[in-house]
């Protein structure tokens, strides 16, 4: 039976398969895809304010269960305000936009080790989640170091990074829903037993 720490729950699962679908295929568009210089940038604003909305319904969602609302504010604000600064800022400042784009893979990396030890009692869990951590401060490093490469680039580098984000989303969403439902079948069975039990005394 799987045991659910309720207080420690920091996102329904279907935010996570959300994210995952999204990074996903932002992550094989940048990797494989051909893309201008001149829509890269606004390609990676578009996509980190889409994982910024949906990191906000699942604050909003959060809020209304009183439980883990502030781990999806804070993404939520992270990936905001990295797309808000590369469309208005650094949309023609390639240097500028490495910068921003290397600090945004290295803060995300270092708040799902944060969130791995502090939002999961799960093991599998928390793994998975300080992979992607590791793995996004590696690549904002490299992505930091790579002012001498073409924009393309550090842009499959950050491709890269989304593409095991969404990968490693995708497996936590389902994770985590197979634990609702074992969660939820172990609760329905012992309120079977409660109800037994009082119906003998």
Not at 72 to 91: G, N, P, R, T, Y
Not at 122 to 136: E, H, S
Not at 146 to 170: C, D, P, Q, W
Request: with cysteine.
């Amino acid at each position: 039976m799987a045991h659910i720490n309720r207080r420690f729950i920091d996102k329904h699962w279907s935010v996570f398969i959300t994210r995952g679908l999204l990074a996903s295929i932002f992550g094989i568009l940048a990797l494989f895809g051909s893309m201008s210089d001149e829509i890269v940038i606004s390609m990676i604003s578009v996509f980190l304010l889409l994982m910024g909305i949906v990191d906000s319904v699942s604050a909003l969602y959060a809020s209304v269960k009183k439980h883990g609302w502030l781990n999806s504010v804070i993404d939520a604000l992270i990936d905001i305000a990295a797309a808000l600064i590369l469309l208005f800022f650094a949309k023609n400042n390639i240097v500028v936009a490495l910068v921003v784009i290397a600090v945004y893979t290295i803060v995300s990396g270092i708040v799902d080790i944060f969130h791995a030890f502090l939002s999961t009692v799960d093991p599998t869990d928390r793994f998975i989640r300080v992979l992607a951590g590791v793995i996004g401060c590696i690549i904002g490093v490299v992505i930091l170091n790579s002012g001498n490469f073409e924009k393309t680039t550090f842009v499959r580098f950050f491709g890269t990074y989304a593409l095991i984000v969404g990968v490693t989303s995708l497996i936590y969403g389902v994770h985590n829903r197979s634990q609702n439902i074992e969660d939820k079948l172990a609760r329905s069975q012992s309120a079977k037993k409660k109800v037994k039990k009082s119906h003998k005394k």
